[in-house]
Nanobody, 120 residues
């Protein structure tokens, strides 16, 4: 199983970006998909999480600006980011809790990260 992110880049303050993450491999089920970020010198933090059943939660700093969504048929998760601020600059990581086919336990998987830089 692997997660591959795309969509990062350089954007001006107030701009928008959409991150995508595709999960592939021998996937039985995905219970949680989420986005985390890590800024230089800071710990990795949760940005947004989507649990099976459409339950979502967001970091206070991104509420009202970011939206997480999933395409369960394609095993993908997206993060629509609007009103970006310089403080949003970080490496964004995709996360998923996945049960592989023919396996009865779930494991945590991470993508390689995609850089988002907000600067004028």
């Amino acid at each position: 199983v692997q997660l591959v992110e795309s969509g990062g880049g350089l954007v001006q303050p107030g701009g928008s970006l959409r991150l995508s993450c595709a999960a592939s491999g021998s996937i039985g089920s995905i219970t949680v998909m989420a986005w985390y970020r890590q800024a230089p010198g800071k710990e990795r933090e949760l940005v947004a999480r989507d649990r099976s059943g459409g339950i979502t939660n967001y970091a206070d700093s991104v509420k009202g600006r970011f939206t997480i969504s999933r395409d369960n048929a394609l095993n993908m998760v997206y993060l629509q980011m609007k009103g970006l601020e310089p403080e949003d600059t970080a490496v964004y990581y995709c996360y998923a809790r996945i049960r592989e086919r023919f396996v009865y336990v779930e494991n945590d998987y991470w993508g390689q990260g995609t850089q988002v830089t907000v600067s004028s």
